[in-house]
């Protein structure tokens, strides 16, 4: 699966939009790229992923650039709940397969009041 | 919304005794994974599950580490003889059969090796 970066942290002002950027440079066509988050030391939660068209639930939107070599997820609403690591993460899709996610670092998202 | 369960939330046990995790994942899910995160670290993955056999396990799932489905519903990790490195939040998973389905979370169990 492709590697991927993410700036380590961010702040965002509660009730405006945030943008978490994600780097994906290697990524190749049978490549999905995922989001989940996780709120202090709970499980990991989904919140949204795509291939190369922007996707959005909701959560959150997707936002995939046209060479697929970046993403950005955007909380258009961010509130002190949203206060978490957010984990971009590349998984190839394969029939049958029951690939594990790889975790990175992440980005530590600080929504301030 | 279906969720993935686990039970204990908390467990402590002494080191060289035998641990059972325990997990519910959703209902008609096909595929089972154990995760771990030891405290600051990143979240690792452990092994898979699918249709009653390991289908990849990490170099961390050592012959101490071993899974069993034993109904249709549970989904289970024991740890033979916990070391205090064992320390750590253990995180199930599960997915349904599509190829781009997600996998889901349960909110762990910390298990503490004294």
């Known amino acids: ?113 | 919304e279906p969720e993935v369960t686990q039970t204990p939330s908390h467990q402590v046990t002494q080191m060289g005794q035998e641990v059972i995790l325990r997990c519910v994942p959703i209902s008609n899910h096909l595929y089972f994974y154990w995760y771990r995160q030891i405290l600051g670290q990143k979240v690792e993955f452990l092994v898979s599950f699918y249709n009653n056999e390991i289908s990849e396990k990490s170099e961390i799932f050592d012959d101490q580490f071993s899974v069993e489905r034993p109904d249709g519903s549970n989904f289970t990790l024991k740890i033979r003889s916990t070391k205090l490195e064992d320390s750590a939040m253990y995180f199930c998973a599960s997915r349904g059969d599509s190829r781009t389905e997600p996998q889901h979370f349960g909110d762990g169990t910390r298990l503490s090796i004294l």
């Open chain 1, 1 to 113: 699966d492709a590697k991927t970066t993410q700036p380590p942290s961010m702040d965002c002002a509660e009730g405006r939009a945030a943008n978490l950027p994600c780097n994906h440079s290697t990524i190749s066509g049978n490549e999905y790229v995922y989001w989940y988050r996780q709120i202090h030391s709970q499980g990991p939660q989904y919140i949204i992923h795509g291939l190369k068209n922007n996707e959005t639930n909701e959560m959150a939107s997707l936002i995939i650039t046209e060479d697929r070599k970046s993403s950005t997820l955007i909380l258009p609403h961010a509130t002190l709940r949203d206060t978490a690591v957010y984990y971009c993460i590349v998984r190839a899709i394969s029939s049958g397969s029951a690939r594990q996610l790889t975790f990175g670092s992440g980005t530590q998202l600080t929504v301030l009041p």
